[in-house]
Protein backbone atom coordinates (compact mmCIF):
# COMPACT_ATOMS: atom_id res chain seq x y z
CA UNK A 1 0.00 0.00 0.00
CA UNK A 2 2.97 2.15 0.03
CA UNK A 3 4.51 1.42 -3.36
CA UNK A 4 5.89 5.43 -4.58
CA UNK A 5 4.60 4.36 -8.26
CA UNK A 6 1.03 3.81 -7.08
CA UNK A 7 0.86 6.72 -4.66
CA UNK A 8 1.94 9.13 -7.06
CA UNK A 9 -0.70 7.71 -9.59
CA UNK A 10 -3.56 8.36 -7.00
CA UNK A 11 -2.02 11.60 -6.06
CA UNK A 12 -2.12 13.12 -9.91
CA UNK A 13 -5.72 11.39 -10.52
CA UNK A 14 -6.95 14.54 -9.08
CA UNK A 15 -5.02 16.54 -11.67
CA UNK A 16 -1.15 17.62 -12.64
CA UNK A 17 1.22 18.32 -10.06
CA UNK A 18 4.98 19.24 -9.47
CA UNK A 19 7.37 17.42 -7.13
CA UNK A 20 6.69 19.29 -4.23
CA UNK A 21 3.32 19.22 -4.55
CA UNK A 22 3.16 15.25 -4.97
CA UNK A 23 5.20 15.07 -1.94
CA UNK A 24 2.59 16.85 0.57
CA UNK A 25 -0.59 15.45 -1.11
CA UNK A 26 0.61 11.50 -0.59
CA UNK A 27 1.63 12.74 2.98
CA UNK A 28 -2.06 14.10 3.62
CA UNK A 29 -3.80 11.41 1.79
CA UNK A 30 -1.59 8.14 3.00
CA UNK A 31 0.71 9.74 5.97
CA UNK A 32 4.01 8.65 3.89
CA UNK A 33 6.51 10.82 3.52
CA UNK A 34 8.40 9.90 0.63
CA UNK A 35 12.01 10.70 0.09
CA UNK A 36 13.15 13.09 -2.81
CA UNK A 37 15.26 11.03 -4.09
CA UNK A 38 12.30 7.63 -3.95
CA UNK A 39 10.46 10.30 -5.50
CA UNK A 40 11.95 10.92 -8.73
CA UNK A 41 13.06 7.59 -8.89
CA UNK A 42 9.40 6.25 -9.26
CA UNK A 43 8.80 9.41 -11.50
CA UNK A 44 11.72 8.61 -13.94
CA UNK A 45 10.01 4.75 -13.72
CA UNK A 46 6.69 5.82 -14.74
CA UNK A 47 7.60 8.14 -17.43
CA UNK A 48 9.66 5.91 -18.77
CA UNK A 49 6.63 3.16 -18.78
CA UNK A 50 4.28 5.82 -20.16
CA UNK A 51 2.25 6.18 -17.26
CA UNK A 52 3.04 9.69 -16.28
CA UNK A 53 3.98 12.47 -18.83
CA UNK A 54 5.52 16.12 -17.77
CA UNK A 55 3.89 19.12 -19.04
CA UNK A 56 5.91 22.53 -19.26
CA UNK A 57 8.50 23.49 -16.82
CA UNK A 58 7.59 26.49 -14.47
CA UNK A 59 10.88 27.83 -13.48
CA UNK A 60 12.89 24.34 -12.21
CA UNK A 61 9.62 22.68 -11.11
CA UNK A 62 7.51 20.69 -13.96
CA UNK A 63 4.14 19.75 -13.24
CA UNK A 64 3.34 16.01 -14.06
CA UNK A 65 -0.13 14.13 -15.38
CA UNK A 66 -1.51 10.73 -15.60
CA UNK A 67 -1.49 9.40 -19.23
CA UNK A 68 -4.51 7.42 -20.63
CA UNK A 69 -2.55 3.74 -19.94
CA UNK A 70 -1.10 5.21 -16.04
CA UNK A 71 -5.32 5.76 -16.10
CA UNK A 72 -6.10 2.36 -16.98
CA UNK A 73 -3.23 1.07 -14.70
CA UNK A 74 -3.97 2.82 -11.38
CA UNK A 75 -8.03 1.38 -11.99
CA UNK A 76 -6.38 -2.70 -12.31
CA UNK A 77 -4.21 -1.46 -9.89
CA UNK A 78 -6.95 -0.40 -7.75
CA UNK A 79 -9.31 -3.28 -8.79
CA UNK A 80 -6.35 -6.04 -7.52
CA UNK A 81 -6.47 -4.26 -4.55
CA UNK A 82 -10.15 -4.13 -3.86
CA UNK A 83 -10.38 -7.78 -4.34
CA UNK A 84 -7.75 -8.60 -1.47
CA UNK A 85 -9.46 -5.68 1.02
CA UNK A 86 -13.44 -7.39 0.16
CA UNK A 87 -11.25 -11.14 0.66
CA UNK A 88 -10.06 -10.33 4.02
CA UNK A 89 -13.18 -8.45 5.32
CA UNK A 90 -15.14 -10.95 4.44
CA UNK A 91 -12.75 -13.34 6.32
CA UNK A 92 -12.39 -11.19 9.00
CA UNK A 93 -16.09 -10.94 9.38
CA UNK A 94 -16.96 -14.30 11.04
CA UNK A 95 -13.68 -13.38 13.33
CA UNK A 96 -15.27 -9.89 14.79
CA UNK B 1 23.51 19.98 -2.47
CA UNK B 2 24.57 19.78 -6.22
CA UNK B 3 27.54 17.29 -5.09
CA UNK B 4 24.60 15.09 -3.67
CA UNK B 5 23.53 14.78 -7.37
CA UNK B 6 26.27 14.04 -8.47
CA UNK B 7 25.90 10.01 -7.50
CA UNK B 8 22.84 10.08 -10.02
CA UNK B 9 24.07 9.34 -13.71
CA UNK B 10 24.90 12.42 -15.77
CA UNK B 11 21.91 11.79 -18.36
CA UNK B 12 19.45 11.04 -15.39
CA UNK B 13 20.89 14.33 -13.94
CA UNK B 14 20.26 16.36 -17.16
CA UNK B 15 16.79 15.31 -17.29
CA UNK B 16 15.51 15.38 -13.65
CA UNK B 17 18.59 17.43 -11.63
CA UNK B 18 16.71 20.67 -11.71
CA UNK B 19 13.43 19.22 -10.40
CA UNK B 20 15.44 17.31 -7.82
CA UNK B 21 17.45 19.77 -6.55
CA UNK B 22 14.01 22.40 -6.67
CA UNK B 23 12.81 19.92 -4.57
CA UNK B 24 15.99 19.59 -1.65
CA UNK B 25 15.79 23.21 -1.62
CA UNK B 26 12.02 23.00 -0.44
CA UNK B 27 12.84 20.19 2.15
CA UNK B 28 14.77 20.34 5.04
CA UNK B 29 18.20 18.81 4.55
CA UNK B 30 17.99 16.27 7.05
CA UNK B 31 19.97 12.61 7.45
CA UNK B 32 17.18 10.59 6.77
CA UNK B 33 16.80 13.11 3.28
CA UNK B 34 20.51 12.89 2.37
CA UNK B 35 20.57 8.82 2.81
CA UNK B 36 17.33 8.84 0.50
CA UNK B 37 18.87 10.62 -2.34
CA UNK B 38 22.48 8.82 -2.10
CA UNK B 39 20.07 5.38 -2.66
CA UNK B 40 18.65 6.56 -4.88
CA UNK B 41 21.44 7.92 -6.75
CA UNK B 42 23.16 4.34 -6.53
CA UNK B 43 20.13 2.77 -7.94
CA UNK B 44 19.59 4.80 -10.73
CA UNK B 45 23.51 4.45 -11.45
CA UNK B 46 23.51 0.73 -10.83
CA UNK B 47 19.87 0.14 -13.30
CA UNK B 48 20.53 2.95 -15.42
CA UNK B 49 23.68 1.27 -16.74
CA UNK B 50 23.42 -2.81 -15.63
CA UNK B 51 20.09 -4.46 -17.20
CA UNK B 52 17.99 -6.23 -14.27
CA UNK B 53 19.73 -9.58 -15.38
CA UNK B 54 23.22 -8.13 -15.46
CA UNK B 55 22.29 -7.26 -11.94
CA UNK B 56 21.41 -10.87 -10.90
CA UNK B 57 24.46 -12.25 -12.34
CA UNK B 58 26.59 -9.36 -10.62
CA UNK B 59 25.12 -10.50 -7.47
CA UNK B 60 25.44 -13.92 -7.88
CA UNK B 61 29.40 -13.38 -8.69
CA UNK B 62 29.85 -11.51 -5.60
CA UNK B 63 27.93 -13.78 -3.45
CA UNK B 64 29.89 -16.57 -4.92
CA UNK B 65 32.79 -15.06 -3.58
CA UNK B 66 31.61 -14.93 -0.19
CA UNK B 67 30.67 -18.87 -0.72
CA UNK B 68 34.15 -19.39 -1.30
CA UNK B 69 34.97 -17.54 1.57
CA UNK B 70 32.42 -19.88 3.57
CA UNK B 71 34.15 -23.14 1.79
CA UNK B 72 37.54 -22.41 2.92
CA UNK B 73 36.60 -20.99 6.01
CA UNK B 74 34.59 -24.35 6.85
CA UNK B 75 37.51 -26.51 5.71
CA UNK B 76 38.40 -29.10 8.65
CA UNK B 77 35.95 -28.28 10.80
CA UNK B 78 34.73 -31.59 12.27
CA UNK B 79 38.33 -31.92 13.69
CA UNK B 80 37.52 -29.24 15.91
CA UNK B 81 34.06 -29.92 16.57
CA UNK B 82 33.35 -33.57 19.13
CA UNK B 83 31.54 -36.55 17.16
CA UNK B 84 28.62 -35.93 19.50
CA UNK B 85 28.51 -32.01 18.64
CA UNK B 86 28.21 -32.12 14.61
CA UNK B 87 24.55 -32.85 14.18
CA UNK B 88 23.40 -29.29 14.12
CA UNK B 89 26.62 -27.95 12.18
CA UNK B 90 26.35 -30.72 9.85
CA UNK B 91 22.93 -29.99 9.02
CA UNK B 92 23.06 -26.26 8.49
CA UNK B 93 26.50 -26.79 6.23
CA UNK B 94 24.54 -29.35 4.10
CA UNK B 95 21.55 -26.73 4.08
CA UNK B 96 24.16 -24.07 2.79
CA UNK B 97 25.01 -26.73 -0.05
CA UNK B 98 22.05 -27.76 -1.30
CA UNK B 99 20.70 -24.11 -1.60
CA UNK B 100 23.84 -23.39 -3.73
CA UNK B 101 22.96 -26.37 -6.32
CA UNK B 102 19.18 -24.98 -6.18
CA UNK B 103 20.74 -21.47 -6.91
CA UNK B 104 23.43 -22.11 -9.27
CA UNK B 105 20.53 -24.17 -11.01
CA UNK B 106 18.36 -21.12 -11.53
CA UNK B 107 21.08 -19.21 -12.44
CA UNK B 108 22.13 -21.48 -15.15
CA UNK B 109 18.33 -21.91 -16.26
CA UNK B 110 18.01 -17.99 -16.78
CA UNK B 111 21.32 -18.31 -18.44
CA UNK B 112 20.22 -20.83 -20.93
CA UNK B 113 16.30 -19.42 -21.70
CA UNK B 114 18.39 -16.39 -23.01
CA UNK B 115 20.77 -18.21 -25.28
CA UNK B 116 18.27 -18.08 -28.38
CA UNK B 117 18.40 -14.26 -28.25
CA UNK B 118 22.23 -13.94 -27.53
CA UNK B 119 22.69 -15.90 -30.05
CA UNK B 120 20.10 -14.27 -32.71
CA UNK B 121 22.09 -11.01 -30.92
CA UNK B 122 25.53 -12.35 -32.24
CA UNK B 123 24.52 -12.97 -35.84
CA UNK B 124 23.27 -9.80 -35.86
CA UNK B 125 26.82 -8.23 -35.31
CA UNK B 126 26.84 -8.26 -31.69
CA UNK B 127 30.09 -10.22 -31.30
CA UNK B 128 31.96 -7.01 -31.86
CA UNK B 129 30.57 -5.81 -28.70
CA UNK B 130 31.52 -8.38 -26.78
CA UNK B 131 34.81 -9.44 -28.18
CA UNK B 132 36.64 -7.11 -25.77
CA UNK B 133 35.44 -7.90 -22.43
CA UNK B 134 35.12 -12.22 -23.63
CA UNK B 135 39.13 -11.78 -24.59
CA UNK B 136 39.80 -10.14 -21.53
CA UNK B 137 38.02 -13.12 -19.60
CA UNK B 138 39.40 -15.56 -20.95
CA UNK B 139 43.28 -14.15 -20.52
CA UNK B 140 42.24 -14.24 -16.85
CA UNK B 141 41.32 -17.10 -17.00
CA UNK B 142 43.74 -19.11 -18.96
CA UNK B 143 46.19 -16.75 -16.34
CA UNK B 144 44.09 -18.42 -13.37
CA UNK B 145 44.65 -21.89 -14.52
CA UNK B 146 48.40 -21.16 -15.09
CA UNK B 147 48.07 -20.39 -11.31
CA UNK B 148 46.53 -23.39 -10.38
CA UNK B 149 48.91 -25.58 -11.67
CA UNK B 150 51.94 -23.70 -9.83
CA UNK B 151 50.28 -24.21 -6.95
CA UNK B 152 49.71 -28.06 -7.61
CA UNK B 153 53.22 -28.12 -8.58
CA UNK B 154 55.23 -26.11 -6.24
CA UNK B 155 52.60 -25.51 -3.21
CA UNK B 156 53.72 -22.34 -3.69
CA UNK B 157 51.97 -19.15 -1.49
CA UNK B 158 52.88 -16.63 -4.41
CA UNK B 159 51.47 -18.39 -6.82
CA UNK B 160 48.45 -19.25 -4.78
CA UNK B 161 47.85 -15.63 -4.05
CA UNK B 162 47.88 -15.05 -8.04
CA UNK B 163 45.41 -18.03 -8.34
CA UNK B 164 43.00 -16.27 -5.86
CA UNK B 165 43.50 -12.92 -7.62
CA UNK B 166 43.06 -13.89 -10.91
CA UNK B 167 40.11 -16.17 -10.34
CA UNK B 168 38.31 -13.87 -8.40
CA UNK B 169 39.35 -11.25 -11.66
CA UNK B 170 38.23 -13.82 -13.78
CA UNK B 171 34.76 -14.39 -12.12
CA UNK B 172 34.05 -10.41 -12.40
CA UNK B 173 35.54 -10.20 -16.14
CA UNK B 174 33.37 -13.34 -17.26
CA UNK B 175 30.54 -11.03 -15.32
CA UNK B 176 31.11 -8.36 -17.38
CA UNK B 177 30.62 -9.34 -20.39
CA UNK B 178 27.67 -11.56 -19.62
CA UNK B 179 26.10 -8.65 -18.33
CA UNK B 180 26.87 -6.86 -21.32
CA UNK B 181 25.24 -9.28 -23.38
CA UNK B 182 22.19 -9.27 -21.00
CA UNK B 183 21.49 -5.84 -22.39
CA UNK B 184 20.67 -7.27 -25.72
CA UNK B 185 18.52 -9.97 -25.11
CA UNK B 186 15.45 -10.09 -25.05
CA UNK B 187 13.24 -9.83 -21.72
CA UNK B 188 11.85 -13.97 -20.68
CA UNK B 189 9.24 -14.29 -18.39
CA UNK B 190 10.39 -17.06 -16.49
CA UNK B 191 13.59 -14.22 -15.33
CA UNK B 192 11.59 -12.83 -12.07
CA UNK B 193 10.84 -16.12 -10.78
CA UNK B 194 14.15 -17.03 -11.17
CA UNK B 195 15.83 -14.62 -9.96
CA UNK B 196 13.02 -14.55 -7.21
CA UNK B 197 14.81 -18.33 -6.10
CA UNK B 198 18.24 -16.86 -6.19
CA UNK B 199 17.16 -14.27 -4.08
CA UNK B 200 15.67 -17.20 -1.50
CA UNK B 201 18.24 -19.31 -1.96
CA UNK B 202 21.25 -16.31 -0.90
CA UNK B 203 18.71 -15.61 1.93
CA UNK B 204 19.03 -19.54 2.96
CA UNK B 205 22.46 -19.93 3.05
CA UNK B 206 22.81 -16.77 4.90
CA UNK B 207 21.19 -18.33 7.67
CA UNK B 208 22.60 -21.78 7.14
CA UNK B 209 25.91 -20.23 7.13
CA UNK B 210 24.96 -18.14 10.43
CA UNK B 211 23.67 -21.46 12.40
CA UNK B 212 26.53 -23.48 11.27
CA UNK B 213 29.12 -20.53 12.59
CA UNK B 214 27.06 -20.43 15.84
CA UNK B 215 27.24 -23.95 16.43
CA UNK B 216 31.09 -24.10 15.18
CA UNK B 217 32.04 -21.38 17.55
CA UNK B 218 29.97 -22.50 20.26
CA UNK B 219 32.88 -25.43 20.56
CA UNK B 220 35.45 -24.09 18.89
CA UNK B 221 35.60 -20.21 19.86
CA UNK B 222 38.94 -19.59 17.74
CA UNK B 223 38.37 -21.60 14.95
CA UNK B 224 37.12 -18.69 12.52
CA UNK B 225 38.92 -15.89 12.71
CA UNK B 226 36.94 -12.38 12.79
CA UNK B 227 38.22 -11.31 9.28
CA UNK B 228 37.19 -13.70 7.40
CA UNK B 229 33.83 -14.07 9.14
CA UNK B 230 33.39 -10.30 8.07
CA UNK B 231 34.64 -10.49 4.11
CA UNK B 232 32.20 -13.74 4.15
CA UNK B 233 29.10 -11.97 5.43
CA UNK B 234 30.03 -8.31 3.58
CA UNK B 235 30.45 -10.51 0.13
CA UNK B 236 27.15 -12.55 0.81
CA UNK B 237 25.25 -9.22 2.32
CA UNK B 238 26.01 -7.63 -0.58
CA UNK B 239 25.52 -10.06 -3.09
CA UNK B 240 21.75 -10.86 -2.22
CA UNK B 241 20.91 -6.71 -1.93
CA UNK B 242 21.97 -6.41 -5.65
CA UNK B 243 20.04 -9.62 -6.04
CA UNK B 244 17.52 -8.24 -4.51
CA UNK B 245 17.67 -4.99 -6.49
CA UNK B 246 17.32 -7.04 -9.75
CA UNK B 247 14.70 -9.07 -8.67
CA UNK B 248 12.65 -5.45 -8.09
CA UNK B 249 13.64 -4.13 -11.38
CA UNK B 250 12.56 -7.20 -13.11
CA UNK B 251 9.31 -7.61 -11.78
CA UNK B 252 8.66 -3.57 -12.28
Redesign the interface.
Known sequence: MNDPGLLILTSLSSGPKHGHALLLDIDSFAGVRLGPGTLYGAISRLEERGLIEPLAADDRRRPYRLTAAGTTELADSLAAMRQIVDTATSRLAPVT | MKLLLRIYPRR?RE??G???????E??PLTW??R???????L??RLCGTVPPQGLVLWAWSVFVIGGMGFQKTSEHWQVVVAANDRAVPTVAFDVVQAAAAIGSAAVLAGVTLALPSFVRDLRSGGWSRLRRPILIASATTLLAAAALVAVALHHDIVAASIFVVSAVFSLFAWTHAAALAARRVAKVRAHAPLALTVVATMIVMMVGAAVWFAAVNAHAPSFVGAAQLAVTATFMLAGTALATTGVRSLR?
Open positions: WRYDELLALLAERVADVVASGREA
